[in-house]
């Protein structure tokens, strides 16, 4: 089994900065990608942002030039670097990391949200 634990979410004001991190434990396998997601209340989760193996990264048009995606040294953790905060950033955020197509796991989220 796999345990993803995210950390670095809570308040701050728009335009501020946070930075999420998720660490991977357990049997942890080489992940193909990893990446973010985030669920506002009565919102579909969407992806934030993720990243491969490779170092390739996609991001969502409302988070671009706003989020950095970034993996660390030991390619089991995952860094979201967030600045200009808006309140539409406001959100449940999860990990998720990738074994192969069909197999995925997911962190428990971290609530991350922007006062006006």
């Known amino acids: 089994q796999v345990q993803l634990v995210e950390s670095g979410g809570g308040l701050v004001q728009a335009g501020g900065s946070l930075r999420l991190s998720c660490a991977a434990s357990?049997?942890?396998?080489?992940?193909?990608?990893m990446g973010w997601y985030r669920q506002a209340p009565g919102k579909q989760r969407e992806l934030v942002a993720a990243?491969?193996?490779?170092?390739?990264?996609n991001y969502a048009d409302s988070v671009k030039g706003r989020f950095t995606i970034s993996r660390g040294n030991d390619k089991n953790t995952v860094y979201l670097q967030m600045n200009s905060l808006k309140p539409e950033d406001t959100a449940v955020y999860y990990c998720?990391?990738?074994?192969?197509?069909?197999?995925?796991?997911w962190g428990q989220g971290t609530q991350v949200t922007v006062s006006s």
């Open positions: 998720k990391a990738d074994i192969n197509v069909v197999i995925a796991y």
């Open positions: 357990g049997s942890i396998f080489s992940f193909i990608s």
């Open positions: 990243i491969t193996a490779g170092g390739s990264t």
